[in-house]
């Protein structure tokens, strides 16, 4: 079984440190900033075997090379970016597995946001790292895929178990949450999620993982109907 905790990082990022509990393997999906992440992989004993990158953002690798050097981790990326990416000691393409502990994850290829962005799928405690694809109640930017693309992408990532945990980049999802009101306000799934998120960020804690079900039920781009429809949600929101 594998398990996903979120690491706050920078000014609202998240990396995912990631844990096969039948081996005791320790993963890392986008490190950005090393002295929050030493600090909790010391917290686990020193120990971090791979490094999962999603995307080439300086803000989702800024810190691979110093974790690499220090523990040894295997560095693992889109083989399509690997100019743009930290050295990778395995470069994978849509539909490879790549082994963790006793576990694996599986690779999706999700260009959209960035054109040679992957996710990462781990059947054993279902977890999908999805970097910047795929966010609580939103989805990234089209800086350099199509609509059409990412409309794919998501399309992709919504076919994966509902109870499937939505482990993404970043914290955006009180403002996503405004937007998704503004075109979806009569939605009562999204209107139960408004509370939660209410109430969980007053708390102080994060919104992710989400739910996959629960993005299908409230998300306005997992709800789009075609791809023109994403198109026409994703420019509304960039001018939101």
């Given at each position: 079984m594998v398990s996903a905790t979120p690491l706050p990082i920078l000014k609202d990022n998240y990396a995912w440190l990631l844990v096969d509990a039948a081996s005791g393997a320790v993963g890392l999906v986008?490190?950005?900033?090393?002295?929050?992440?030493?600090?909790?992989?010391?917290?686990?004993?020193?120990?971090?075997?791979?490094?999962?990158?999603?995307?080439?953002?300086?803000?989702?690798?800024?810190?691979?090379?110093?974790?690499?050097?220090?523990?040894g981790a295997q560095v693992v990326g889109a083989a399509i970016d690997i100019a743009r990416l930290p050295r990778l000691d395995l470069a994978v393409n849509e539909g490879d597995r790549v082994p963790f502990g006793a576990s694996h994850a599986e690779v999706l290829f999700v260009p959209g946001h960035t054109r040679g962005h992957a996710a990462y799928y781990f059947p054993a405690g279902g977890v999908l790292a999805c970097g910047d694809t795929l966010?609580?109640?939103?989805?990234?930017?089209?800086?350099?895929?199509?609509?059409?693309?990412?409309?794919?992408?998501?399309?992709?990532?919504?076919?994966?178990?509902?109870?499937?945990?939505?482990?993404?980049?970043?914290?955006?999802?009180?403002?996503?949450?405004?937007?998704?009101?503004?075109?979806?306000?009569d939605n009562p799934a999204l209107q139960r999620r408004a509370e939660e998120v209410r109430a969980?960020?007053?708390?102080?804690?994060?919104?992710?993982?989400?739910?996959?079900?629960?993005?299908?039920?409230?998300?306005?781009?997992?709800?789009?109907?075609?791809?023109a429809h994403f198109a026409e949600l994703r420019a509304r929101k960039d001018r939101f």
């Open positions: 986008d490190p950005a900033e090393e002295g929050p992440l030493i600090a909790a992989i010391e917290a686990r004993g020193g120990r971090l075997d791979t490094i999962f990158l999603t995307h080439h953002h300086a803000d989702h690798v800024a810190a691979t090379e110093v974790l690499k050097g220090r523990y966010f609580s109640l939103g989805c990234g930017r089209l800086f350099e895929g199509t609509a059409e693309e990412m409309f794919a992408s998501l399309r992709k990532l919504a076919a994966l178990p509902d109870e499937t945990l939505v482990c993404c980049g970043h914290e955006y999802t009180e403002s996503n949450l405004r937007f998704a009101l503004s075109v979806d306000p969980v960020r007053a708390a102080g804690r994060p919104t992710v993982p989400s739910r996959l079900g629960e993005e299908k039920a409230c998300n306005p781009f997992l709800r789009a109907r075609d791809a």
